[in-house]
């Protein structure tokens, strides 16, 4: 059996650790920039790990979607690198916290809460 696409695509414990770099405390000036790098690259091999799974089965296709769609927004709405450095410390938050919400769609699989409320499988 082959495994899935996704499960190669990115290494959880990297992704959390960049994550709480942005959470922990506000990204400084000096370091911000390279952080949004980092979270946008993550972000970006995060979303294939979502898109592929089959969320419409389970009547979670819309949701994913607009959470998906938001991501993107998010991800296009990237401030310029000459931006005030308290905005683009506040858009790093923002991005992790997007790049957190994938991740948790990634590590599931479509329906897993149904099947923990002992509904159908």
Same mark, same amino acid.
Request: net charge negative; glycine share 6%.
């Given at each position: ?13 990297? *992704? ?51 959470? *998906? ?53």
């Amino acid at each position: 059996m082959t495994a899935p696409v996704h499960e190669h695509a990115f290494d959880e414990a990297t *992704v959390q650790a960049v994550i709480r770099r942005a959470l922990d405390r506000l990204p400084l000036a000096d370091t911000v920039d390279n952080l949004i790098a980092a979270l946008c690259w993550h972000t970006e091999r995060l979303l294939p790990a979502v898109e592929t799974k089959d969320w419409s089965a389970h009547g979670q296709g819309e949701l994913v979607t607009v959470i *998906v769609d938001g991501v993107r927004k998010k991800l296009d709405a990237r401030p310029a690198s000459g931006a005030v450095a308290a905005a683009r410390a506040v858009y790093a938050q923002e991005v992790a916290r997007a790049c957190r919400a994938l991740l948790g769609l990634a590590l599931v699989e479509p329906g897993d809460e149904e099947r923990l409320r002992g509904g159908p499988q």
